[in-house]
Structures are given as C-alpha cells and as structure tokens.
C-alpha cells in the first residue's frame, strides 16, 4: 500500500489480550496504526509497549481517560500532519475481514461523483448476536448504499474532510460522537457510502438476548452511566439537526424508545438505568457536557 495512502486510528481503554485480535486484523491492510490509549491499566499499557516497536506503529499515551472523541481526534491531527490521504477509524475491539480496506477504496472508485463521498463504511456482522447469516442476506443486490450516518468503527474518511467539518466533537465524550459527525458532513452535502461486501465482525456493547414468545429479543444492556451519555448526547444532536430530514434521525428517536422499554422488562439495574436517563436529559437540558461529575 501506497506509504501515505491510510492511517488507522484506534482508541484504547482497558482492552487487554483482546486488542492483539482487532491490531493484527488492520495492520496489514494499512499503511500505518497510530493507537491512542486513554489512561489503561497496567495490562494494555505493557501490550501497547509491545506493539511500539513496529515502525509502522505509534501509540499515544493520555495519563486519564479523556473520552473518544478527544482521543480520536488526538489521532487524526497526527495522521493529518503526516499527511495521510484517507483515516479509518476502528473500535478496539471490532476485527476487520481480508482485504475490507481495498474492497472500500475499489468501491469508491467505480462510485459516479466520488469527488463528493467522503466516507466509508464497511458492512457489520456483530458477533455478540452472531449475525452472519442475516448480513448474508440483507442488501444482497446492492454492493453501495448511500446514507447519512454510521457508527466510528470501520469508517473510512477522507483525511481532506477535517478541514471543512471540523474534528469529532469533544464535550460529548463518549457516544452519538459518530452520528452527530456524520450528520454535520451530510448536512452540507457531502456524501456517505456503506460497501457491502467489506466486511467488519464488530461487538455492539454487552448485547444480550431473552428468547419471549418464540422469538430472540435483543438488548444492548449497557451500564448506568453509559445511560446518561448516551441520552444527554442523543437529545443534543437530534436538536443540533433538528430541520435535517434524516432517516437515520428518526430511527435513532425509536431506538431511544425501544430502549427505555427494554430497560424496564428486561434489563437489570433498571432504576438506576431510568434515573441516569433522566439525568442526561436535565444535563442537556441544562447545556452540561463533558465527562459524567460521577454524583448519580
């Protein structure tokens, strides 16, 4: 691959062993790994080390958790200032398949107007439901899909971007920092492509399943104080893109919905669950933001 062509980023926290998996999957498929670790414990950090010894390697080391979208962005800066083309944003614990890079640039070539896509992304298998057979047959008949939005892993951007739209938005901290950095490149016309026949094996959240009535009901279960983060920054970036006409916008408000209902029947923890729901949207509410003061 071309020696400035792309630069993977890859943000860290208290992944362990695990990483070696996600590491191994990208690095042949890029031309460098720049990994930025959010204040991990001793067990990362020494893999980390491990790893910096590649030339092709770079890991930058925050003393605390600083959030995703701080520590991407601390990523993209370097990558930019080396002047990389393209920057694929990858989860610490998702694992790209053969060839995904390549079979993403090749679809952007054959794609008319390429000049306005400036976005990636590959299909998703989640390998916490074990969702290969659905993505089998799912889009079978369509290998490029435009949309609006998608999340941070696996996404494949043009480096250029960054200077027009800005970095991902860093009060938010952690969650909806991809949709609401989608939505700013779709609002002002720029294109975003899902190829479906790139393909990344991703693990979305601590995903569980209760078999009701015959049927699998699925339910992300993330803790409390994801909760709150996630409905603070839900209801930030449906306001912030309140007169955009989005699909995606209004799937993402049934999520919210689907989810309040599953926290209650099915989840643990419900009470706290619902309590720090209802505190990010009084912090919304309030225009606070950053990370969580830690008072529940």
Not at 161 to 170: A, C, T
């Amino acid at each position: 691959m071309n020696d400035k062509l792309v630069c993977c980023i890859i943000v860290t926290y208290n992944i362990g062993n695990k990483f070696n998996k996600c590491y191994d999957s990208i690095k042949q498929q890029v031309s460098k790994v720049i990994i930025v670790d959010n204040g991990s414990n001793l067990e990362t950090v020494n893999i980390l080390n491990k790893l910096i010894k590649d030339k092709y390697t770079d890991v930058i080391f925050n003393e605390e958790n600083l959030g995703i979208a701080k520590a991407l962005n601390q990523g993209i800066e370097r990558a930019i200032n080396e002047e990389f083309k393209w920057i694929i944003t990858m989860d610490n614990d998702s694992v790209a398949t053969d060839n995904m890079v390549n079979t993403m640039l090749q679809a952007y070539e054959s794609i008319p107007d390429k000049d306005k896509v400036v976005s990636l992304f590959p299909k998703y298998i989640d390998l916490g439901i074990n969702e290969e057979e659905n993505y089998n047959n799912q889009n079978a008949n369509e290998n490029v899909e435009f949309l609006n939005a998608e999340i941070t892993s696996g996404n494949l951007i043009k480096a250029d971007i960054f200077n027009k739209v800005g970095l991902f938005e860093e009060k938010l901290f952690i969650d909806m920092v991809d949709y609401e950095f989608c939505f700013r490149i779709s609002k002002l016309g720029y294109k975003l492509v899902r190829v479906n026949n790139a393909v990344l094996q991703h693990n979305l959240g601590n995903m569980k399943v209760k078999r009701i009535l015959g049927k699998n009901i699925y339910y992300t279960n993330h803790n409390y104080i994801r909760r709150y983060y996630i409905t603070r920054n839900r209801f930030y970036t449906w306001n912030k893109f309140d007169d955009c006409n989005f699909e995606e916008l209004y799937r993402d408000k049934k999520f919210f919905l689907k989810d309040i209902i599953k926290i209650i029947l099915l989840e643990e923890e419900k009470n706290k669950k619902i309590k720090m729901i209802i505190r990010g949207y009084i912090d919304f509410k309030k225009d606070k933001y950053g990370k969580f003061d830690g008072n529940i």
